[in-house]
T-cell receptor
Framework: GQQVMQIPQYQHVQEGEDFTTYCNSS?????IQWYKQRPGGHPVFLIQ?????EVKKQKRLTFQFGEAKKNSSLHITATQTTDVGTYFC?????????????FGTGTRLQVFP | EAQVTQNPRYLITVTGKKLTVTCSQN?????MSWYRQDPGLGLRQIYY???????DKGDVPEGYKVSRKEKRNFPLILESPSPNQTSLYFC??????????????FGEGSRLTVL
């Protein structure tokens, strides 16, 4: 079945440093979504990517969808303490013709002031 | 205010005692889903529903039941809870479920402990 792997599992950075999390799917995806979960909170939608090679930006956050639609990345420039949380990617399969959205295992980001 | 409401938020119960976690959304969403979150495993889908009276298994459905009699409600039922069902549960809804699935709105979560 479809699997979505995310690396790294944890990342500790100094405030102001950049951060990147990577998401890889075992199968081609129709689209990918990214969510952020603050400590003690619930996942909150950040963005959805649909097109091959798509790049979207939200202020300091840059999201990419790979050309083969099997991988994605989230890059944060100049991290701030407000970026602390766990970032999840969630991919929707294309080949297995289901509506399931499979979540990655998440990357927990800690930012030290 | 648009929201997904789960109850209870916290529950400690004992093995075998049936329980129901309710989920209600006020956004007229067609798609609803239940996830469990465990350390190191991310969010795993338990069951989902594309619309009223339409439900389907996710990746970890064993030990759970759901129903979708009304569009707004999607309760999660644990007929005979076991300790391995101790977890953080999230209900989520989306405007539609066909590809591509729209943005998921999550409830606040229900932390369940089964002794």
């Amino acid at each position: 079945g479809q699997q979505v792997m995310q690396i790294p599992q944890y990342q500790h950075v100094q405030e102001g440093e950049d951060f990147t999390t990577y998401c890889n799917s075992s199968t081609t995806l129709s689209n990918i979504q990214w969510y952020k979960q603050r400590p003690g909170g619930h996942p909150v939608f950040l963005i959805q990517l649909v097109k091959s090679g798509e790049v979207k930006k939200q202020k300091r956050l840059t999201f990419q969808f790979g050309e083969a639609k099997k991988n994605s990345s989230l890059h944060i420039t100049a991290t701030q303490t407000t970026d602390v949380g766990t970032y999840f990617c969630a991919g929707q399969g294309l080949m297995d013709n289901t509506d399931k959205l499979i979540f990655g295992t998440g990357t927990r980001l800690q930012v030290f002031p | 205010e648009a929201q997904v409401t789960q109850n209870p938020r916290y529950l400690i119960t004992v093995t075998g005692k049936k329980l129901t976690v309710t989920c209600s959304q006020n956004m007229n969403h067609e798609y609803m889903s239940w996830y469990r979150q465990d350390p190191g495993l991310g969010l795993r889908q338990i069951y989902y529903s594309m619309n009223v009276e339409v439900t389907d298994k996710g990746d970890v459905p064993e030990g759970y039941k759901v129903s979708r009699k009304e569009k707004r409600n999607f309760p999660l039922i644990l007929e005979s809870p076991s300790p391995n069902q101790t977890s953080l549960y999230f209900c989520a809804s989306s405007l539609w479920g066909i590809l591509p699935t729209g943005e998921l709105f999550f409830g606040e979560g229900s932390r369940l402990t089964v002794l």
